[in-house]
Structures are given as structure tokens and as C-alpha cells.
């Protein structure tokens, strides 16, 4: 197992400014002129945040794949999707290389298969070996899901999984599989508040079987906490 890296910050702006200030520098870091980073964003009220506070930045991200870690099954400008409110935080997050899910012009299995299809051609099957995905990006849960895979929601898939019925509405939505989040080097989980400190706990422990304990960088994985959080490890 890669070593866990618990990065705690004073409150989650101070969160999101470090864990942007990072990204920054793993996107410098890679070597000119080589193929472009591939990234897994995630959406939830931190990573939206993320997307803002990239977009403050200012960064050269034309480098940079992006894919969503998963999607409401909704309309394309529909104020529940996550690339809708993506957009809305980083304009140009629009015309950068970004991997988008289908829109419900499709039947959910048929969109499922077509993004399924898409990934594959771009990165391969899901179960071969080696890493797709420069950085993984996931917000956390209180019941301990990341993307749309939520406990108990045994979805089996290739890259993507169809889920049918959310705990959390709207109830249908597309989501990157286990195997498919499973290709990153590194792994960044970004979560605040008390609530999530009981989820987090058990991650941590080595010993949970939730969601977010069954995703891991193959090079590193980092937590970007918030004190409130932290201090009820």
C-alpha cells in the first residue's frame, strides 16, 4: 500500500488554495514536451471550489486532460451537473481538452456504454496494467461514497458504471468504476466539516470497506483536511 499524506489546513479556503498551489506544480513539473497530463476532477462544494480557485489563478492548463469522476444524468446546462457547475467556475475549464459525459439524449446504459467506449479508446481497456491518470481528484461523502459510487451499490463496470438509483438525488447518474479511479498515480481526497471525520476516520484506519477506502494512488495518496475535521480524528 502507498503512503497516506494527511495535509491539515485552517479552514477549507486555506484547503483549496493549497491543494490548487499543488496541482500547479505537479502540472509544471513534467517535462517539456511531454504527452499531456491526464486529470479526474471531482464535483461536490470543494471540488467546484477547486475549479474556482483555479480559475483565480490563472494558470496555462492547455496541457492538461480533463475528465469528471462522474456525472449527474441530467441536461447539459441543468444546475445539478457537475460539468455545468464546473463551467460556471472555470469558463475556460470550455474550451480546454475536457472528456464529457453523455446527456440523457441517450438511454442511461447507452450513455454508460458510449463513455465507456470513449475512455477506451483513449486510455485502453480499464484492466490493463499501469497508470492512465496523472492525479485523481475526490470529494468525500458523509456515508463515505466518492464519485457515485455510494456503500452497498455493488455497480460492476468497465471504466464507467450506469448508477440507477442515487441515495442522493437525482437519482441516475454515471460514474468512473472502482478500476477506473484505480488508475492514477496520485490520488487527492479533499474533505471539511465534522461530519465527514467519522468517514475519514475508518479510511484511515487501514480497515474500512467504504468507498473511499478502496481508492489509492499507485505513487501516493494525499488528504487535504480542514482543522474542524482533523481535530475529531
Given amino acids: 500500500m502507498t503512503a497516506q499524506i494527511i495535509k491539515v489546513h485552517s479552514d477549507s479556503s486555506s484547503l483549496l488554495i493549497a491543494a490548487v498551489t499543488d496541482f500547479l506544480k505537479l502540472v509544471e513539473s513534467r517535462d517539456e514536451g511531454s504527452k499531456q497530463i491526464s486529470v479526474v476532477l471531482t464535483g461536490g462544494s470543494l471540488g467546484i471550489g477547486f475549479l474556482k480557485e483555479l480559475s ?16 449527474r444524468f441530467v441536461g447539459l446546462s441543468d444546475d445539478d451537473r457537475n460539468e455545468h457547475q464546473g463551467i460556471l467556475a472555470f469558463p475556460a475549464l470550455s474550451h480546454l481538452n475536457l472528456k464529457r459525459f453523455p446527456d440523457p439524449s441517450l438511454s442511461l446504459q447507452d450513455a454508460k456504454n458510449a463513455m465507456n467506449k470513449a475512455l477506451e479508446a483513449h486510455y485502453g481497456r480499464v484492466d490493463d496494467s499501469g497508470d492512465v491518470f496523472d492525479l485523481v481528484l475526490l470529494g468525500v ?14 455497480r460492476e463496470g468497465e471504466w464507467v458504471i450506469a448508477e440507477e438509483s442515487s441515495p442522493k438525488p437525482p437519482a441516475e447518474r454515471l460514474s468512473l468504476s472502482y478500476q477506473g479511479l484505480n488508475r492514477g498515480k496520485n490520488v487527492w481526497f479533499m474533505a471539511s466539516g465534522v461530519a465527514k471525520a467519522g468517514v475519514v476516520g475508518q479510511a484511515l484506519s487501514g480497515k474500512s470497506s467504504l468507498p473511499l477506502a478502496q481508492v489509492r494512488g499507485s505513487e501516493g495518496t494525499a488528504w487535504y483536511l480542514d482543522k474542524e475535521l482533523s481535530d475529531e480524528l
Fill in 56 to 71: 483565480r489563478q490563472g494558470a496555462d492548463l492547455s496541457g492538461v486532460d480533463f475528465v469528471f469522476g462522474d456525472e
Fill in 141 to 154: 461523502g458523509p456515508d463515505g461514497h466518492v464519485a457515485s459510487l455510494f456503500p452497498g451499490h455493488n
